[in-house]
């Protein structure tokens, strides 16, 4: 249902981007949003965006990280500026989705990428 890709090694300082597709037939997306899990510690928020562009981001990648929306690709970006080692991580992306037009918001989630930053 999502599909995410642009994750790789990187140096520290250097940029990466991030993308994320919706595909099947859908009614809407609600917010979308980029999580991530490095090892040995708990999935955390990072960025989202809800359908209206609001964004919110976690402190530790504020003023680093970008999130952006493409509605009409059903697409959701993560710009990753200034990357630090502690940014290393599995990065999923999220997705409220209604199917039809009178269906319940539904969770989706990619299947993850792999963002290493290490010189």
């Known amino acids: 249902q999502l599909q995410a890709s642009g994750g790789g090694l990187v140096q520290p300082g250097g940029s990466l981007r991030l993308s994320c597709v919706v595909s099947g037939s859908i009614f809407s997306i609600d917010a979308m949003a980029w999580y991530r899990q490095a090892p040995g510690k708990q999935r955390e928020l990072v960025a989202s965006?809800?359908?209206?562009?609001?964004?919110n981001y976690a402190d530790s990648v504020k003023g680093r990280f970008t999130i952006s929306r493409d509605n009409a690709k059903k697409s959701v970006y993560l710009q990753m500026n200034s990357l630090k080692p502690e940014d290393t991580a599995v990065y999923y992306c999220?997705?409220?989705?209604?199917?039809?037009?009178?269906?319940?918001?539904?969770?989706?989630w990619g299947q993850g990428t792999l963002v290493t930053v290490s010189s």
């Open positions: 999220n997705a409220e989705i209604r199917r039809h037009r009178f269906a319940a918001k539904s969770d989706y």
């Open positions: 965006i809800t359908s209206g562009d609001t964004t």
